[in-house]
């Protein structure tokens, strides 16, 4: 459905003197979406807290409607006020007309966008300098504001930007012509140009109520907020998991077991709730106020949470696609992971609860974690039983992933040697684990098969520390020979250089015509012994300068 034709969620706010405060969002037939500080009864543009909503009627001009309409008047809905806090967080309000409207705006106004989205959007705004209203268009730039609430816009180089008259107003997608948050914020000195929405998902934990005009799936399944009782969450549990989802935290896949209830699974579930703007607990506080407060790394962000209990592989793989391609014309999962999958925290909760949980690991698990290396994904499996025949499946064929990602460093690592060891010397020949590495990987896919009493996943998790320092190895192993041909192929600029700066009276000096053929000799021909050859070149270096070259024509030095 769209909305960008008539515009007819667009709405100017204003005093009971017709002076401007702000934009709003019309929804449905009777209510306006806007920002609670415009609503103050301090002067415009300044916040202030304040505990009960304002009394006051507002003029509410539709301006998205035919010329002419006729404003409304307006009040803030009961329970509806979510005033600005000390840190700015909250900040919404919603407006109830006294008479409805002749035409609602329909159910899906708003919608839901991934938080790393960097989408084209626009926003009708009402500066001082033009009350009728003026277009400004900026792109997502991803997460910010206090608690990681809001998300930054970046202004289009081209036309106005946000500034005093847009807070409230709509920010318009312009590809799926849906609202995707409301205008908060904007940088007045030093920077004009950048501002600040509150995106939908905030919009809906603040205000609840407006749930029933929003589309486009939770980032984060229902089934995460329920409570689950008076159950304390494993703090270590809660440690490691901040850790894997720390900002700069190398991409890999994690399984864990747990039981639904238990203190490790209330700490997968309080994780995913700090991430998520939608769900995030009222007494939670900001994402960033824990483990960091502690010196613990700075919270990451689950980008998507899913309860896959009775789901099948297609619904699951359709869901994550619908994620990573909103507005996009219908893709797969291997479309989406082709080229550059956009960054992504997944957790699947329940996978051995899943439908078919082995066409769930083989047709979306796996997939996904093929496309780890050298890309911003990580992915968190969880499963609630550890004799689960699915979970020494997917254990095994993860670890078979990654065990076939170190066989591929380690080849190119000896492929580099060979090159390498034909130019330089000395050199060592790298070490090579994975067809170990291997054998064990065939010996628990056999246990595997085999039902047992031992769990499986202890015998894979010894194993896996030991494929990625073997994979570390390997990689250190490629970048110390690159840089040993590179330091030959430094030695052999310096000694150009040298004897490009011999004066004309000594290019006939036999001693340094025979220094600098033995010097060349070494470089150029046969496998190049580093220390032996820099001794050389800095001989050559150190005999011009006794030849007595003169104060004009000293030989260059190279750092």
Request: charged share 25%; with cysteine; hydrophobic share 40%.
């Amino acid at each position: 459905m769209s909305h960008s034709g008539r515009a007819e969620w667009r709405a100017c706010i204003r005093d009971d003197r017709a002076g401007i405060r702000g934009g709003g969002i019309v929804l449905g037939d009777r209510h306006v979406l806007t920002c609670a500080h415009i609503l103050l009864p301090a002067a415009h543009g300044e916040r202030s807290t304040v505990h009960g909503p304002p009394s006051d009627d507002f003029q509410v001009e539709f301006v998205g409607r035919s010329p002419g309409a006729s404003p409304g008047w307006a009040r803030v809905a009961g329970g509806c006020w979510k005033p600005p806090q000390d840190d700015q967080r909250a900040d919404l309000a919603l407006l109830e007309l006294a008479d409805p409207l002749p035409e609602g705006t329909g159910p899906e106004v708003l919608r839901r966008l991934p938080s790393n989205a960097r989408r084209r959007v626009r926003m009708f705004g009402f500066p001082a300098a033009v009350p009728t209203g003026v277009w400004a268009r900026a792109r997502l730039g991803g997460d910010g504001g206090p608690g990681g609430e809001w998300i930054q816009l970046d202004r289009d180089p081209v036309g106005p930007a946000v500034e005093a008259g847009f807070s409230g107003t709509a920010v318009f997608d312009e590809e799926t012509d849906q609202v995707v948050g409301v205008v908060v914020s904007y940088l007045a000195r030093g920077g004009a140009g950048t501002s600040w929405m509150i995106p939908v998902e905030t919009i809906i934990r603040y205000l609840p109520r407006t749930r029933e005009w929003v589309s486009g799936d939770s980032a984060v399944d229902e089934s995460f907020a329920r409570p689950v009782g008076p159950v304390v969450s494993d703090e270590t549990v809660v440690r490691q998991l901040t850790e894997f989802l720390a900002p700069g935290a190398r991409p890999e896949t994690r399984v864990i077991v747990t039981t639904p209830g238990s203190a490790v699974h209330a700490a997968v579930r309080d994780v995913v709730l700090r991430t998520s703007r939608e769900f995030r607990p009222a007494d939670a506080g900001p994402p960033e106020s824990a483990p960091a407060a502690a010196g613990g790394p700075r919270p990451g962000r689950i980008d998507l949470a899913l309860d896959v209990s009775g789901r099948t592989a297609d619904e699951v793989s359709s869901r994550i696609v619908n994620w990573m391609s909103v507005g996009a014309s219908a893709k797969s999962l291997a479309d989406c992971l082709a080229g550059e999958p956009p960054p992504m925290s997944l957790v699947l909760d329940g996978v051995d609860r899943a439908a078919d949980p082995e066409a769930l690991i083989a047709k979306v698990v796996l997939p996904i974690a093929e496309r780890m290396t050298g890309h911003d994904l990580r992915l968190l499996l969880v499963f609630h039983d550890d004799h689960a025949p699915s979970l020494g499946y997917a254990a095994t064929e993860l670890l078979g992933k990654r065990i076939a990602v170190l066989q591929a460093a380690e080849e190119a690592a000896w492929q580099r040697y060979l090159h390498v060891a034909e130019r330089v010397a000395p050199v060592d020949p790298p070490k090579r684990s994975g067809a170990k590495l291997r054998l064990r990987l065939t010996a628990l896919r056999a246990a595997a098969s085999r039902p047992g009493d031992t769990p499986l996943l202890p015998a894979v998790e010894v194993c896996r520390p030991l494929v990625e320092e073997a994979l570390a190895v390997a990689e250190e192993a490629r970048r110390d020979l690159d840089a040993r041909l590179d330091e030959r192929d430094r030695l052999r600029e310096r000694l150009d250089v040298y004897r490009a700066s011999v004066p004309e009276r000594l290019r006939e000096d036999r001693e340094l015509t025979a220094l600098y053929r033995e010097t060349h000799e070494a470089l150029w021909h046969g496998p190049s012994d580093l220390a032996v050859c820099a001794a050389l070149v800095d001989r050559y270096g150190t005999l011009i300068r006794r030849r007595g070259a003169g104060p004009d024509d000293q030989p260059a030095e190279m750092s």
